[in-house]
C-alpha cells in the first residue's frame, strides 16, 4: 500500500516540484506518509483499483478529452489554408478585439472592486455585511440568461432609467457598456473569493504595527495588504479573465450581436455556427479552437499560481 | 499551514481552511471616514449591477399581481421547459455526484501514468466558453460525428450537455477533503477485517458528504440555468427540448417581459435556497472542525 501513500499528495508532489522545495514543511510531512506501512493488499483490491480507474479514465476521456480533439480535427481537417483564411476574417478579428476590450475593462472593475469589498468585508463590522457577502455570490449562481435580461429590464431603452440614459445620449443595451456590466457581474464574484481568505489569515497586527510608526493608510496598503494578497489576487485575476472572455448567455442576451460591432468572440462562434455553408463553419471551428486553446492555457497558468496562492 | 494545496478549494474546503485561522484581530474595526466612503461607493455600485436588475426582474414578474406570475410560469410550454430543466439537470446532478466522487477518489488515492493530463482534462469545462462547449460536443456527438451517434435536437443530448459543464463540481470539492483525511481510521478499519466498501460506507462517506453535496448543489444551480452549451445541441425545438433559459430568451425577444421575467424570478428563487444550502452546509462543517 505504500505505492498509494505517495499517490494520496499528487498535487502536493507536483505543487513541491514547481516551487522548487522551497518548502521544507510540506515536503517534509508527505517523506513520512510514504514510509508508513500499511496493510497487505488483496489481488481483489487490485482489481477494484483497475476498475476504479479505468471508469474515472474512460468517462473523462469520452466526456471532454474525446470532443475536445474532435474539435481539433475538424478545424485542421482541410489544412492549415483555410484556418488562416478564417483567420483573416475581418468581423472575426474585430469580435476578438472587442472581447479583449470589455474583458479587459470588467477585470479591471472586478480587481479593483474585488480588492475593496475583500478588505471591507474581512477587516471592518457594520449592519448588512452578511447581506452584502450574500449578494456577491449571487451572480455565479443564477443563470447568465436571467443575468441578461435584469440588465435589459433596468436599462433597456423602455425603462425609466434606461430612456433617461439614452435621452443624454449613453446607449447602455445592445452596446459596449451593456457587455462589460454583463461580463462584470457574472465574474464578480471570483477575486473577492479568493482574497478573502488571505486577508482573514493574514490579519491586522502588521498593518498596526505599520500605522503605529505612522505609516498613511495607502502606504500601509502598497506596503503590506498587496504583497500580503498578490498572489491570490493574480488566482483571481486569471479566473475572471478566464470568465469574461468566455461569457455567452449574458451577453448573448444584451448584444444585439451585430458583426463588427456588438460581437464578441462566443458570439461569433455562435452565428458563424448558424449560418451554415464550409466558410462560415470553418470560421466557427477556427473561433472556437482558438477560444479553447486560450482556455486550456489559462488551465495551465491556474494549476501554477494554485501553490502559490495556498502557500 | 497544514492545507492541501489543491484545486478550486470548495467551500467546504474553505471551511476546513478556516480552521488554522489565527485569532482574528481583524473584523472587530469600526469604519473610519475613508472606509466608510469606500463602502459607500461599493454598496452603491453593488446595487446598480445587482441589486436593482434583480429587483426589476421580481417587480416585473409580479406586474400584474401574483395571479400574472403564476399563469406565466404554469403556461404549458412554460411547464414543458421547466420539466425538462428540472429533470435534467437533476438527473447530470446525480450522475456527477457518483461519477465526481469516484474520479476524486482515483485522483486522490490512485497513482498512474496520465494522472496529471487528467486533472487538467477534468478543468475543462470550467474553463471553455459555455458555446465552445457546445460545438465540441456537437461535433461528436452530432451529424457528423465519427461514432454516428447523433444527439442533435434530443434530450438525451441536453441531458449530455449538463453533464458536460457539472463534471467538476463535484470533484473539486470533495478532492480537498479526501487529502485531507488521516488515514489512520481506515487502516484501523481495514486491519480489523473491514471490506474496503465497509470501510468506504463507514468512515470515508460520512466524512466526504458535506463537500458532495455542496459541489452537487453547485453543480445543479449550474445546470438549471445553462444555457450556452445547451442551445447548439438541443437545436431549441419547443416542447421538446427547449430550456428555460432559452425559453426566458425567446420571450424577452418577443416583448413578453411577464413571461420572461416570471420564469427568471423562478430560477433566481432556486439560486439563492441553493446559495443558503451551502451557507448551511459551511457552518456545518466548520462547527465539526
Known amino acids: 500500500m505504500t505505492d498509494v501513500d505517495t499517490a494520496a499528495p499528487g498535487r502536493s508532489a507536483q505543487a513541491a516540484g514547481s516551487s522548487g522545495g522551497a518548502r521544507p514543511g510540506r515536503s517534509g510531512r508527505l517523506g513520512r506518509r510514504g514510509r508508513r506501512p500499511g496493510p497487505p493488499r488483496s489481488a481483489g483490491s487490485v482489481a477494484v483499483r483497475w476498475v476504479l480507474r479505468l471508469l474515472a479514465v474512460g468517462y473523462v476521456l469520452s466526456l471532454v478529452a474525446l470532443p475536445v480533439l474532435t474539435v481539433a480535427r475538424r478545424t485542421f481537417g482541410h489544412g492549415l489554408q483555410p484556418v488562416l483564411d478564417a483567420l483573416a476574417n475581418p468581423d472575426l478579428q474585430s469580435a476578438a478585439r472587442l472581447g479583449v476590450v470589455v474583458a479587459g475593462l470588467s477585470v479591471l472593475i472586478n480587481t479593483v472592486f474585488g480588492v475593496g469589498i475583500a478588505v471591507l468585508l474581512v477587516r471592518y463590522r457594520f449592519p448588512g455585511r452578511r447581506l452584502l457577502d450574500a449578494v456577491i455570490d449571487l451572480p455565479v449562481s443564477v443563470s447568465p440568461v436571467v443575468v441578461g435580461i435584469a440588465l435589459i429590464l433596468v436599462y433597456g431603452r423602455n425603462s425609466p432609467i434606461g430612456g433617461w440614459l439614452e435621452a443624454h445620449g449613453i446607449q447602455v443595451i445592445f452596446a459596449t457598456p451593456a457587455l462589460v456590466l454583463a461580463t462584470v457581474i457574472v465574474a464578480l464574484p471570483l477575486v473577492v473569493r479568493e482574497v478573502v481568505p488571505v486577508l482573514e489569515e493574514a490579519g491586522i497586527e502588521q498593518d498596526q504595527a505599520a500605522e503605529s510608526l505612522g505609516a498613511s493608510a495607502w502606504q500601509r496598503f502598497v506596503r503590506i495588504t498587496l504583497p500580503t494578497i498578490r498572489w491570490a489576487l493574480a488566482y483571481g485575476v486569471v479566473l475572471s479573465l478566464a470568465r469574461s472572455l468566455g461569457e455567452f448567455g449574458a451577453v448573448r442576451v444584451v448584444s444585439g450581436s451585430v458583426a463588427g460591432q456588438s460581437q464578441t468572440p462566443t458570439l461569433f462562434v455562435n452565428d458563424a455556427y448558424q449560418e451554415f455553408g464550409p466558410v462560415a463553419e470553418q470560421s466557427a471551428f477556427t473561433a472556437a479552437f482558438a477560444l479553447m486553446l486560450v482556455a486550456v492555457l489559462f488551465i495551465v497558468v491556474i494549476a501554477w499560481l494554485r501553490p502559490k496562492e495556498k502557500n | ?289
Do not use: H
Not at chain 2, 481506515?186 to 470515508?204: C, D, Q
Open chain 2, 1 to 289: 499551514m497544514a492545507v492541501v494545496p489543491v484545486g478550486r478549494p470548495g467551500p467546504v474546503g474553505r471551511a476546513g481552511r478556516a480552521r488554522n485561522r489565527r485569532p482574528r484581530a481583524a473584523g472587530s474595526g469600526r469604519l473610519t471616514a475613508t472606509s466608510g466612503l469606500g463602502l459607500g461607493v461599493g454598496v452603491l455600485w453593488l446595487s446598480l449591477i445587482v441589486g436593482l436588475p434583480i429587483a426589476a426582474v421580481v417587480v416585473t414578474s409580479l406586474g400584474d399581481g401574483p395571479g400574472t406570475f403564476v399563469s406565466a410560469v404554469t403556461s404549458a410550454e412554460a411547464l414543458d421547459t421547466l420539466r425538462l430543466t428540472v429533470g435534467a439537470a437533476l438527473g447530470a446532478t446525480v450522475v456527477n455526484a457518483v461519477v465526481g466522487t469516484l474520479i476524486a477518489w482515483v485522483l486522490v488515492r490512485d497513482q498512474f501514468p496520465g494522472k496529471r493530463l487528467l486533472e487538467v482534462v477534468i478543468d475543462i469545462p470550467f474553463a471553455l466558453p459555455t458555446i465552445v462547449a457546445g460545438l465540441v460536443l456537437i461535433s461528436l456527438y452530432g451529424p457528423q460525428s465519427p461514432f454516428g451517434i447523433d444527439l442533435v435536437g434530443t434530450r438525451r443530448g441536453v441531458f449530455l450537455a449538463l453533464l458536460f459543464v457539472t463534471l467538476p463540481f463535484v470533484v473539486r470539492s470533495v478532492q480537498p477533503v479526501l487529502m485531507e483525511m488521516d488515514r489512520d481510521v481506515e487502516e484501523a478499519a481495514a486491519s480489523l477485517g473491514a471490506t474496503g466498501f465497509t470501510t468506504f460506507r463507514r468512515i470515508v462517506l460520512p466524512t466526504i458528504t458535506p463537500a458532495v453535496l455542496s459541489g452537487s448543489a453547485l453543480a445543479f444551480a449550474r445546470a438549471l440555468g445553462e444555457y450556452g452549451s445547451v442551445i447548439l445541441i438541443s437545436a431549441n425545438l419547443l416542447g421538446r427540448t427547449e430550456v428555460s433559459s432559452s425559453f426566458i430568451l425567446k420571450k424577452i425577444e418577443e416583448g413578453d417581459q411577464v413571461a420572461a421575467a416570471s420564469v427568471a424570478t423562478l430560477l433566481l428563487v432556486v439560486a439563492i435556497v441553493v446559495l443558503l444550502l451551502l451557507d448551511t452546509l459551511r457552518r456545518l462543517a466548520a462547527r465539526r472542525d
